[in-house]
């Protein structure tokens, strides 16, 4: 059997959640990668088939995108032909996480193509929203890489087609220790202006990766540091707890570790906000952004909140088990 895995390259949630899957796609016949986007401060251990420029939201520096930015690298032309070049008819399965090029040129050759993602989770009405609902990016999550069948990714078991995160066993295979510090990820906001907060903190330690900086520095209290993967981990395996935006593979790793999290979604990244919601329904602490009276927000959380403990256990091997059962079995009939 000959599997494409196409996998959306905006953000680092896709990757890490892709380093976990190959392996066990692998061992069910050849495997192509696809990744589209350019937004990933992690790479994949193993050779891409295609890399595509994609569709990628750009992130700004003041707690959210910079929509001229992301405007300017859309190439749609490109996108079409890129589209075309998938010669789909060279694979018996199509995996898809949120990758856009794939998915459309499976919809328009009327080819299954299955949804394995976090975002295929917000195709259930029981997935948490917010208050303010935007009709508009229901219908950009529900469009934006259309498939035939969806496996979603989520803080809980919302809907029978919904599980819970993928953890990598990286993280799994972490021993966490609480060292005092605090582990920060919040790509869309500049360094300077957490500076500003973490300073007036003075007996706390701040290790900050950043997506802005190229070379690790120190000042005061806080320590500034490029986005490397095995020093993440280190970060957060040893600190008090995560402060970070509403993403979703990273709030649910530091939870699995049992540590606490903070999370500031960027206001105008309507998946964010509903990651924030559902995360707020576990018993997370949430800022909606950081003009609403921040500082004291984050004083709280440092010397008054408590860990929560989650299940997240791990099945992946029996998901991805079960999507190649269902499609061996429907080619059978």
């Not at 995108?65 to 018996?92: A, C, G, H, N």
């Not at 259309?146 to 021993?175: C, M, N, W």
């Not at 939870?255 to 964010?272: A, T």
Request: aromatic share 12%.
């Amino acid at each position: 059997m000959k599997i494409l895995y196409a996998i959306q390259g905006t953000g680092n949630g896709h990757v890490s959640r892709a380093k976990e899957i190959i392996p066990l796609l692998s061992k069910y016949g050849k495997l192509d990668i696809l990744v589209s986007g350019t937004q990933a401060d992690i790479e994949l251990p193993q050779q891409l088939t295609y890399k595509f420029h994609g569709f990628s939201y750009i992130f700004g520096k003041n707690g959210g995108i910079d929509y001229w930015k992301t405007l300017k690298q859309v190439k749609l032309f490109r996108f079409l032909k890129d589209m075309r070049s998938i010669p789909l008819t060279e694979y018996d399965l199509i995996i898809n996480d949120f990758e856009p090029l794939s998915a459309w040129a499976c919809k328009l050759k009327n080819k299954n193509c299955i949804a394995l993602s976090h975002q295929a989770s917000f195709l259930s009405k029981n997935t948490p929203r917010p208050k303010n609902k935007s009709f508009l990016m229901e219908q950009i999550l529900k469009y934006y890489a259309p498939t035939t069948t969806q496996v979603g990714f989520h803080f809980d078991r919302y809907d029978k087609f919904i599980y819970t995160p993928v953890i990598r066993s990286e993280i799994r295979a972490l021993s966490p220790v609480n060292n005092g510090h605090y582990t920060v990820y919040l790509p869309a906001v500049d360094d300077k202006i957490l500076l500003e907060h973490f300073h007036k903190l003075k007996d706390v330690k701040w290790e900050v990766f950043s997506k802005h900086q190229k070379t690790p520095y120190r000042y005061a209290n806080v320590l500034v540091k490029p986005i490397q993967n095995e020093s993440y981990n280190k970060s957060l395996e040893s600190c008090a707890g995560l402060l970070t935006g509403g993403g979703f593979e990273g709030p649910a790793e530091a939870l699995y570790l049992g540590k606490k999290v903070l999370l500031v979604p960027m206001p105008d990244q309507f998946e964010q906000v509903c990651n924030a919601e559902a995360a707020k329904r576990l018993g997370v602490s949430v800022i909606n952004n950081l003009s609403d009276n921040f500082f004291n927000k984050l004083k709280k959380w440092v010397e008054e909140e408590k860990p929560i403990k989650v299940d997240f256990p791990d099945e992946t091997s029996d998901i991805i088990e079960n999507i190649i059962s269902v499609h061996q079995h429907k080619k059978q009939h």
